[in-house]
């Protein structure tokens, strides 16, 4: 099974709303990751957390504040965000945290379609 | 700096017929992993193939492969006997081995299959 689940599938919020967004993988993975997609765009990666530790915050702004509870579960909190962070996010996951060992490939989730009124 | 770069940013191809998807890429390391990911328009981003640095032998997978050019630093994708649910955003990328997490994405092409 390689199933990574992401809910809710569709979020319109307003600004000074507070809102998050929930991943889920019961694959055994140990790295898993928030990502920002723009239509016709690749991913844009925000988080990582290896071993449920947050190992790569590529600069985000603070309004998205990342939570891994878990081994298998990964939320975004989200709150007085802007229009611009209208996108899909996406939650990925890969087998191992660490370095090296194996291909750790990335498996996706469907997505949380995010629009910000 | 860790770059990909698809210069194709849409191509078409009629069915049944074969295409090529072009990436070359910029690194520094030796050792890492490449592939290839399939987004279908609103639907979930997917694996279609990916090839390790220090395997000469090109990956395939049924009517997808790839030819993997190390020293040039291109990696294409070809999909043979094209068909309709082939159509989608395809996303060359790549991972270095011993840095651990981080993925790099290219651009994308957008396919279109011609019935």
């Known amino acids: 099974d390689t199933e990574v689940t992401q809910t809710p599938k569709h979020l319109v919020m307003g600004m000074t709303n507070k809102k998050s967004l929930k991943c889920e993988q019961h694959m055994g993975h140990r790295a898993m990751y928030w990502y920002k997609q723009k239509a016709k765009k690749p991913p844009e990666l925000m988080f990582v957390y290896s071993y449920e530790k947050l190992s790569i915050n590529e600069s985000v702004p603070s309004r998205f504040s990342p939570e891994c509870p878990n081994s298998s579960l990964l939320n975004l909190h989200l709150h007085a965000l802007q229009p611009e962070d209208s996108a899909l996010y996406l939650c990925?996951?890969?087998?191992?945290?660490?370095?090296?060992?194996?291909?750790?490939?990335?498996?996706f989730g469907p997505g949380t379609r995010l629009t910000v009124l | 700096a860790q770059t990909v770069t698809q210069s194709q940013p849409e191509m078409s191809v009629q069915e049944a017929e074969t295409v090529t998807l072009s990436c070359t890429y910029d690194t520094s390391e030796s050792d890492y992993y490449l592939f290839w990911y399939k987004q279908p328009p609103s639907r979930q981003m997917i694996l279609v193939i990916r090839?390790?640095?220090?395997?000469?032998q090109n990956a395939t997978e049924n009517r997808f492969s790839v030819n993997f050019q190390k020293a040039a630093k291109s990696f294409s994708l070809k999909i043979s006997d094209s068909q309709l649910g082939d159509a989608a955003m395809y996303f060359c990328?790549?991972?270095?081995?011993?840095?651990?997490?981080?993925?790099?994405f290219g651009t994308g092409t957008s396919l279109t299959v011609i019935p």
């Open positions: 990925a996951s890969s087998l191992k945290g660490e370095r090296g060992w194996g291909t750790d490939t990335q498996y």
């Open positions: 090839q390790e640095a220090y395997k000469q």
């Open positions: 990328a790549y991972r270095i081995k011993l840095t651990g997490n981080q993925f790099y």
